[in-house]
């Protein structure tokens, strides 16, 4: 259940109650794809840097360890040891973009694995089977994400198909959860708004989903060609058309100044892997922008990643020591930076927070940005 406990202009300030505990928005989840963090981070350290939803794949735990193996663990919250809410993506995305031959039809998604080429059908039974299996806090509906550039046509067709889904996995959703044996019986459905950069086609999709009264509703397809100024259009067209009492997910995005310009139009729930990937290749981000470690002007620099951080890493030890893992090439270099950078995400959302509380989010989203971009 979703509570609408402040806005400020159109930026939105609740609260999510789930089985697995309530959580505030806007938020990001950290994006664990296979019941894990890319960086050797441990569960404890979710807890640690304030981690409120831990964001993992369909596809990729159906593949490994296999969702019947995490059912018969108890599933995914015992499987990891983590008592928060999971949201598990539907595994759609990942049939379109990983696998290297696949057949659409109406039933759903023949593909082949990308681990070991073996053949694999999914549609939107199989995919609620398999969060079901995984029993996640939140499961995605299953649904096409054609890439952009996409002719009107087959954007229009796909997003028609898609909705179909929908209907089929909320179904099967209200079948699985009144099985007696299915671990979370609570477990909750958030349908996918598609169309691309067509926001016509958008707009229909919104309010013909939102007819569904679904638990929430994303916004997908986007960060995925489109500028960012196409993207914001998009965003600010669309979310009138969804319900304002439900809350709004940006799948896949992104950048810190990303974040700030959705919330700005609206939006609740964020994931992305940037804070995480770019952490493993060096990259740190701060209140003064983006900071490469590999740079030699930090060889000597005693000073911690961000002096305005309270994350582990940045109350104890330097951008030269950092410098040096990397260079080293030291796993605990990779590790730090994502500890940081998972925690400078998640205090972001909690500064949002209490902006949006204090009738101030314009002002502090104006320089938090400033910050950015002036650099050090």
Same mark, same amino acid.
């Not at 928060?84 to 694995?113: C, H, Y």
């Not at 929908?166 to 959703?173: H, Q, S």
């Given at each position: 259940m979703y509570r609408l406990l402040h806005t400020d202009g159109n930026a939105k300030r609740g609260e999510f109650v789930t089985v697995h505990g309530t959580v505030q928005t806007p938020l990001f989840m950290n994006v664990g794809t296979a019941a894990a963090i890319k960086g050797a981070l441990s569960t404890e350290d979710l807890e640690n840097i304030g981690t409120q939803v831990e964001l993992s794949n369909?596809?990729?735990?159906?593949?490994?360890?296999?969702?019947?193996?995490?059912?018969?663990?108890g599933g995914i919250h015992k499987f990891m040891s983590?008592? +928060?809410?999971?949201?598990?993506?539907?595994?759609?995305?990942?049939?379109?973009?990983?696998?290297?031959?696949?057949?659409?039809? !109406? !039933? $759903?998604?023949?593909?082949?694995?990308?681990i070991d080429g073996h053949k694999i059908f999914m549609g939107p039974e199989q995919s609620m089977q398999i969060q079901s299996n995984i029993a996640s806090t939140i499961a995605m509906a299953f649904d096409e994400c054609p890439g952009l550039p996409c002719e009107r046509d087959y954007m229009e067709k796909s997003v028609? +198909?898609?909705e179909r889904w929908?209907?089929?996995?909320?179904?099967?959703?209200d079948r699985l959860n009144s099985l007696p044996d299915t671990i979370n019986k609570n477990q909750m459905l958030f349908g996918i708004n598609q169309g691309g950069t067509y926001t016509d086609i958008r707009i229909e999709n919104a309010k013909r989903i939102s007819e569904l009264d679904l638990d929430g509703y994303a916004i997908g397809g986007l960060a995925v060609g489109e500028t960012h100024e196409e993207?914001?259009?998009?965003?600010?067209?669309?979310?009138?058309?969804?319900?304002? !009492?439900?809350?709004?997910?940006?799948?896949?995005? $992104?950048?810190?100044?990303?974040?700030?310009e959705s919330v700005e139009r609206g939006v609740d729930f964020f994931d992305c892997v940037y804070?995480?990937?770019? $952490?493993?290749? $060096?990259?740190?981000?701060?209140?003064?922008?983006?900071?490469?470690?590999?740079?030699?002007?930090?060889?000597?620099? !005693?000073?911690p990643l961000d002096e305005t951080c309270d994350c582990p890493v940045c109350r104890r030890y330097s951008r030269a020591y950092i410098r040096h893992l990397f260079k080293a090439d030291e796993m605990l270099g990779m590790r730090f930076l994502v500890i940081h950078n998972l925690r400078f995400y998640n205090k972001m959302m909690e500064e949002i927070r209490d902006a949006? *509380?204090? *009738?101030?989010f314009k002002e502090y989203k104006k320089a938090k940005i400033e910050g950015f971009r002036a650099g050090e």
């Open positions: 369909t596809y990729h735990l159906h593949l490994r360890p296999g969702d019947e193996t995490i059912k018969k663990l983590w008592n +928060r809410p999971v949201l598990t993506d539907s595994g759609g995305f990942q049939v379109f973009s990983l696998a290297k031959l696949r057949n659409i039809a !109406e !039933e $759903g998604v023949t593909f082949r694995s990308h028609a +198909r898609t929908l209907v089929r996995c909320k179904k099967e959703m993207m914001y259009e998009t965003i600010e067209k669309v979310i009138p058309y969804l319900p304002k !009492e439900k809350p709004t997910y940006l799948m896949g995005v $992104g950048t810190p100044e990303n974040i700030l804070p995480s990937r770019n $952490g493993r290749h $060096g990259h740190a981000y701060t209140n003064h922008g983006k900071m490469n470690m590999h740079n030699a002007k930090y060889e000597f620099d !005693e000073r949006i *509380d204090h *009738d101030n």
